[in-house]
């Protein structure tokens, strides 16, 4: 095998004796760090009794969030089983509500009165039959 070796290996194994060698492990090394920065994005807590009353403003089963979003309907039961922020992975919590969201959802933050849903009006909803 013919693998490449880095300078501080050739270093290594061109050391003469073992004091040489001592001298060249107690050197510095520089060990490249990579960080990968994401933009910050402001990220809407979200409740799980404000997940319930959009289904419930929507008329939708958790069979029918599941399907909207694309996820397992024991992934949607398990998730409101519990009481609290909406938990789970974060792919999965950001397709329930990205899906609500398509319908119609906004989720109102916590601001003094305590958050809360409301179904947006679109044209469609908007326009009443004669």
């Known amino acids: 095998m013919n693998a490449r070796r880095s300078s501080d290996e ?11 060698l001592l001298v ?3 050197k510095p090394r ?4 990579v960080s990968i920065m994401k933009t910050s994005e402001s990220i809407l807590k979200v409740s799980i009794r404000q997940v319930k009353a959009a289904r419930a403003l929507l008329d939708w089963s958790q069979e029918q969030l599941a399907a909207a979003a ?3 309907i024991p992934t949607v ?6 009481d609290g ?3 789970g992975r974060g792919q999965t919590a950001e397709k329930i509500l990205s899906s609500l ?3 119609g959802i906004e989720f109102i933050e ?3 009165g305590g958050p809360g849903v409301r179904l947006v009006a679109t044209q469609k909803r908007q326009t009443r039959k004669k």
Request: charge should be neutral; charged fraction near 20%; glycine fraction near 6%.
């Open 101 to 103: 969201a398509a319908a």
């Open 24 to 26: 060249i492990l107690q």
């Open 77 to 82: 039961k398990r998730l409101e089983a519990n």
């Open 110 to 112: 916590e601001n003094g």
């Open 70 to 72: 694309a996820v397992s």
């Open 85 to 87: 922020p909406l938990g």
């Open 10 to 20: 050739w270093e290594l194994a061109k050391a003469p004796d073992i004091a040489s």
């Open 30 to 33: 520089s060990i490249l760090k």
